[in-house]
């Protein structure tokens, strides 16, 4: 069993950055695939980020294109923790966050492939 509690969401304006943190359980922690998905009001849950340790150095991180270029994923699995680095939010960005794991997810991650569901976070961009 994992469990996933996300944290750093809040209310910024169009142009501002969030980081947003993921604390896991667990001891495997290293070898699941992290996900990072989001749902706006009315729409449905949406892959935003996945990230996947591929050696002791190495990560593998892959974005949706609605996000490349601002946000950044990172691990760090000394601290049982994935970040989401949010740059040049915009109010379509608003959403609850979600941090997903699953110890056999590959790409393409989507919600039915992740094994392990946080609560979310709520992101909220003003114009």
């Known amino acids: 069993q994992v469990e996933l509690v996300e944290s750093g969401g809040g209310l910024v304006q169009t142009g501002d950055s969030l980081r947003l943190s993921c604390a896991a359980s667990g001891r495997t922690f290293s070898t699941y695939t992290m996900g990072w998905f989001r749902q706006a009001p009315g729409k449905e849950r949406e892959f935003v980020s996945g990230i996947r340790r591929i050696d002791s150095r190495t990560s593998y991180s892959y974005y949706a294109d609605s996000v490349k270029g601002r946000f950044t994923n990172s691990r760090d699995d000394a601290k049982n923790t994935v970040y989401l680095q949010m740059n040049s939010l915009t109010p379509e960005d608003t959403a609850v966050y979600y941090c997903?794991?699953?110890?056999?997810?590959?790409?393409?991650?989507?919600?039915?492939?992740?094994?392990?569901w946080g609560k979310g976070t709520l992101v909220t961009v003003s114009s």
């Open positions: 997903a794991a699953s110890p056999g997810a590959t790409r393409p991650l989507t919600p039915t492939s992740m094994d392990y």
